[in-house]
């Protein structure tokens, strides 16, 4: 089963380059004396991880360039280009396209690998003054080195877990449970004050159509086509225009304005029926989803009961 990869924490940076390639194609250096040696290290355990994932392409992004090039001067196979004598890899580019992909951009792969040149080239201005030894980027750097690895280990765990179709029908019965079990049908005229509203009110009381008032009275488009807002679940309206539908059956008119935030609603209930509940097949990806979250939920809970934490 293939699953996107669960975030734990929100991305920290402005700049819309995933924390993987950050901690792949950047030169982490050395930390704060407290915690900075393990650095260098982490680095080529994240170059390790990378290598299991896409051996071919993790090696070329790794491997180090003499003079920055073939003996013929083009680019080894899987790097795109080369700033100094180090590697941008291919890797890092699709790494890119594919975050921004999966957020609903369409990736430019021309400007992505421009933005890592000038990455790449910051990156070495910034080791030239040793600002990786500082104690707030070293911290900086481990962050994203533990989000980027804790969230390698949530798509690796996620991907070797599957659920049978008793899980997942449990799963849909839980989630339409909770469900509004009837939709309703109902016309309303909205206007700007309760004077008005309650002047529609007793005009209606006196035979006036429902359907003339509204396309005269009401501000809201609906009023147009006699203020039919069709067909809804309760639970999608506001609390107080829901609640006046409980206590009316069809061909009620509430008898006193029902106020929200949009005005005065003069509601005429239509018709009740039995909501149709959500096609299995249709939610499945996300119901697959929803258990996917509660078991890693419950993995994390597991693991943190087992570990050495000192507060």
Known sequence: ??????????????????????????????????????????????????????????????????????????????????????????????????????????????????????????????????????????????????????????????????????????????????????EIRASHILTDSEAAAASVIAELDTGADFATLAAERSIDPAGANGGDLGWFVPASMEPAFAQALAGMQPGDTSSTPVQTEFGYHVIRLVERRGAALPDYDTVKPGLTNLLLRDRLATKVESLRETAEIQR
């Open 1 to 182: 089963m293939h699953t996107r990869p669960v975030l734990v924490m929100r991305r920290p940076f402005a700049l819309a380059v995933s924390l993987a390639i950050l901690c792949i194609a950047l030169p982490l250096g050395a930390q704060d004396t407290s915690s900075t040696d393990a650095v260098a290290d982490k680095k080529e355990a994240v170059r390790a991880l990378a290598e299991e994932r896409d051996p071919d392409a993790a090696r070329d992004s790794a491997a180090p360039l003499p003079d920055g090039a073939s003996p013929d001067g083009a680019l080894p196979e899987g790097v795109l280009a080369v700033v100094n004598g180090r590697p941008i890899s291919t890797l890092a580019v699709d790494n890119v396209v594919r975050q921004l992909s999966g957020e609903g951009e369409q990736p430019d792969r021309d400007q992505i690998l421009d933005e890592l040149i000038d990455l790449e080239i910051l990156t070495q201005e910034a080791e030239k003054l040793d600002l990786d030894k500082r104690a707030e980027v070293a911290a900086s750097l481990q962050l994203q080195y533990t989000q980027t690895m804790a969230n390698a280990y949530l798509a690796e765990t996620g991907d070797a877990m599957a659920f049978s179709e008793d899980e997942l029908r449990g799963e849909y019965d839980r989630q339409t449970a909770n469900l509004d079990a009837e």
